[in-house]
Nanobody, 120 residues
């Protein structure tokens, strides 16, 4: 079992940037992919981005391509989500997730979430 703690959320104006972090602890000795989902009020939780154990494979939702960048530091058991050119529609609770691989990452461990609010 991997425990995840997100940080870095907050309030930002449209066009601004934020960087989210997610620190993993527990059973981190085995390779695992990590990623981010988000959930806006009244909407389903949706995929944002994911990255493989070695960082060689990444995947992004179309809505964030070119604006968000996912990266990881395995020495720190941490994944990051750099969010640039933020839009009001990016407002959501962002959840970190860790799973066996990118394809089934949603079936893995989840963090508690961090709120991101983008004002227009």
């Amino acid at each position: 079992q991997v425990q995840l703690v997100e940080s870095g959320g907050g309030f930002v104006q449209a066009g601004g940037s934020l960087r989210l972090s997610c620190a993993a602890s527990g059973r981190t000795s085995s390779p695992y992919s990590m990623g981010w989902f988000r959930q806006s009020p009244g909407k389903a939780r949706v995929f944002v981005a994911a990255i493989s154990w070695g960082g060689g494979t990444t995947s992004y939702a179309d809505s964030v391509k070119g604006r968000f960048t996912i990266s990881r530091d395995n020495a720190k058991n941490t994944v990051y989500l750099q969010m640039n050119s933020l839009k009001p529609e990016d407002t959501a609770v962002y959840y970190c997730v860790a799973g066996q691989n990118i394809a089934i990452i949603a079936s893995g461990s989840w963090g508690q979430g961090t709120q991101v609010t983008v004002s227009s």
